[in-house]
């Protein structure tokens, strides 16, 4: 996470542009009244399907349930019905 003022983030605009969509940063943006956050497109888009997914408990608990068999190596693999590129 990078943090910036504004007149530095202004004078500089491109190069933290840059960061935040080539490196996925988070950007922090000082004021004096409250700070802002700039992020790419794509972080802020993975963010909120993330939090959809979790918002309801019962989607919430199936991934979670998910993710502890995954660790657990009980994952099942299953052929592909169709070729992926028709």
Do not use: W
């Not at 530095?8 to 956050?37: C, H, P, Q, S, W």
């Not at 700039?38 to 979670?64: F, G, K, P, R, W």
């Amino acid at each position: 996470m990078l943090a910036v003022n504004y007149t530095n983030l202004r004078d500089n605009m491109k190069g933290y542009f840059d960061r935040v969509a080539e490196d996925k940063e988070t950007l922090i943006v000082t004021r004096k009244d409250e700070n802002m956050v700039i992020m790419s497109q794509s972080s802020y888009d993975s963010l909120m399907e993330t939090l959809h997914l979790v918002s309801n408990q019962a989607n919430y608990d199936h991934l979670m349930t998910s993710i502890r068999q995954h660790k657990e190596g009980k994952g099942v693999v299953h052929e592909l019905i169709g070729d992926y590129n028709e």
